[in-house]
């Protein structure tokens, strides 16, 4: 009985809640993506099939993780340079977890479906309760200036990327599970709502990713693409309307943006802080190029007289997930996930050119999972920490469930919803 617990319904359990549990915060997410790795290696250790570990993902992950290692190693600037780096390993641990548990538990791909619908109708919910009413269902008020919907990310202003990220799992577990009719409507809330909800977030990054989300899907979903291409197209019109008829929603979003990037004094990337940020970063990797100054050590080499620019240098990271890995881990950090890219790329434009032909490469829910993991590694917006924890979590969350699909070359619908 005990055994089936830790070893089954435990891990199963947590696989299902980290979507959940992100919303908390960190520490309930990463604590779980722990548990339920060290119980996989315990499995993996008892039974001694080591073959999983045989794919290209974790080849390329493994690579990464000793290069990381490796250079705080030598860099030795800070304590949690190393500690970041070693304890990376858990995230390509995790993936693998995920596809093993996914295989055990055939309903737990379903539970991840369900437990997604109700989270997003919940921080939906709460979302438009809290921007009409002015707080939310625990008493939150809304963040100023803006006002900018939060939910239950309270100060943190991470609302509409945990949508925007998160969605496209949504549909393409829709599409495996063919779900009904009666349910496609729900779904047309859900991705109405959820844009909505991006928008009144304040939150311009988001909005990005979730717009590029909607644009891969148009051109790469086969399956009942009428119907996706109909709540596309709504979407965008609805995003319009919105923007043009709020005029905090157009302030923010088209008013300040355009005034952060178009300044008296010269034109920035982004905004001032975002340019100067980069300018350093960039500096930084000219001194360093083959191995960075480190992980996490951006914050400490942007006070530097030859990195400092002025007051508004400096942050914990650059904000962009390829300067940094320039800047931190230099041109082989860079090099290692900028292929990584390069390759999702050829893959979605082979499936592209074969869908034209009637051959398509990729089902559906494969092209969805896709593009969850290509908003990760889209280069050209300001982006968090790449070794955050909590982004860490959303960003490998979808490549178990996709090496799963690969695994079980799954090109077909499952129909047991």
Known sequence: MIKNFLFYILPTHLIYLIPALLVTGPFLSDLSLIIVSIIFLVIVFIEKDYSIFKNKFFYIFIIFYFYIVLNSLIQNQNFDSLRISISYLRFGIFPLAVMYFLDKDPTLIKKIFYCLILLFLVLILDSIFQYFVGYNFFGWKLIYPGPRVSSFFGDELILGSYLARLLPILIGLMFFLDISKKKLLLFLFIILSSMFVVLISGERTALFLMILSFVLMFFLISKKKIFLRY????????CIIIISLSDTTRKRVVNVTLDKIFTKEKIYIFS?????HYVSAIRMFKD??????GIKNFRIFCSEKKYFISDYTCSPHPHNTYIQLLSETGMIGFVIIFSIFIYINYKLIIHLINKISKKPLLSDFQVCLFIAVYLTLWPLIPSGNFFNNWLSIVYFYPVGILLWSFKNNYSISYKTA
Do not use: W
């Not at 360093?288 to 100054?293: I, R, T």
């Open 288 to 293: 360093k190029p083959l191995l960075g100054v």
């Open 272 to 276: 001032r802080q975002h340019d100067e």
């Open 231 to 238: 709540i596309i197209l709504t979407t965008f019109a609805f």
